[in-house]
């Protein structure tokens, strides 16, 4: 099946420590994005591809990090700069050209800081 | 700055309820509107995607509408169900802003039996 696939679905770190998010896709989509969702809030735009070796910041990009070396694969890093990464990440594709932008998610991590 | 609205917070409806979820949005240049349902602690589902040239979509029994002269997005949710219990999320990509979504915060909605 056709997919976005993130892992670790739940992650622990301690302050300081830097932590990898995993984001893959079958759908041969060209681009990709990071989202965080906060309680009560909308989901914010961290970086986005929209084809490899290439990425954008968005919003709210300080403390993190991406790559995109392959087409199916977009990991993030949340580094110890960020301040306050305890939130609910989601990776989500798209087709770019062509398309309608039609956006499509991966099932989240949750990360939490101990 | 291009921001988008949800309104309300959450809602609470019996079961066989016809209901009416509200988005609204700053800028009229917008490129296309997406509904998501998310369920708690797990990923978005894409429900409808209406593209600026459109005025609805529809879905079994969700239909979904967007007015770019008031900025007004509105999903329709037909004899509604407790399996419908979700949070539902409007997004709009806005011209500049190629596939580069802005989201509301979304209504938490319950059906009770």
């Known amino acids: 099946d056709g997919g976005i696939t993130q892992s670790p679905k739940y992650l622990f770190r301690k302050e300081g420590q830097n932590v990898t998010l995993s984001c893959e896709q079958n759908?041969?989509?060209?681009?990709m994005y990071w989202y965080r969702q906060d309680p009560g809030q909308g989901l914010r735009l961290i970086y986005y591809?929209?084809?490899?070796?290439?990425?954008q910041k968005g919003d709210i990009a300080e403390g993190y990090s991406v790559s995109r070396e392959k087409k199916e694969s977009f990991p993030l890093t949340v580094t110890s700069a960020q301040k306050n990464p305890t939130a609910f990440y989601l990776c989500?594709?798209?087709?770019?050209?062509?398309?309608?932008?039609?956006?499509?998610f991966g099932e989240g991590s949750r990360l939490t800081v101990l | 700055k291009q921001e988008v609205t949800q309104i309300p917070a959450a809602l609470s409806v019996p079961e066989g309820e016809n209901l009416v979820l509200n988005c609204s949005f700053t800028?009229?240049?917008?490129?296309?509107l997406q509904w998501f349902r998310q369920d708690p602690g797990k990923g978005l589902t894409s429900l409808l995607l209406?593209?600026?040239?459109?005025r609805e979509q529809t879905s079994g029994r969700l239909n979904a509408s967007l007015d770019k002269s008031s900025g007004r997005s509105t999903l329709y949710i037909a004899a509604s169900q407790p399996g419908d219990s979700a949070t539902y999320l409007c997004?709009?990509?806005?011209?500049?802003?190629?596939?580069?979504?802005?989201f509301g915060a979304g209504t938490r909605l319950a059906v009770h039996p």
């Open positions: 989500a594709s798209s087709i770019t050209s062509g398309g309608t932008g039609e956006l499509f």
């Open positions: 759908l041969n989509h060209d681009a």
């Open positions: 591809s929209q084809i490899v070796n290439d990425f």
């Open positions: 800028d009229s240049a917008i490129y296309n």
């Open positions: 209406i593209q600026s040239s459109q």
């Open positions: 997004a709009g990509t806005f011209s500049g802003g190629y596939n580069k979504l802005i």
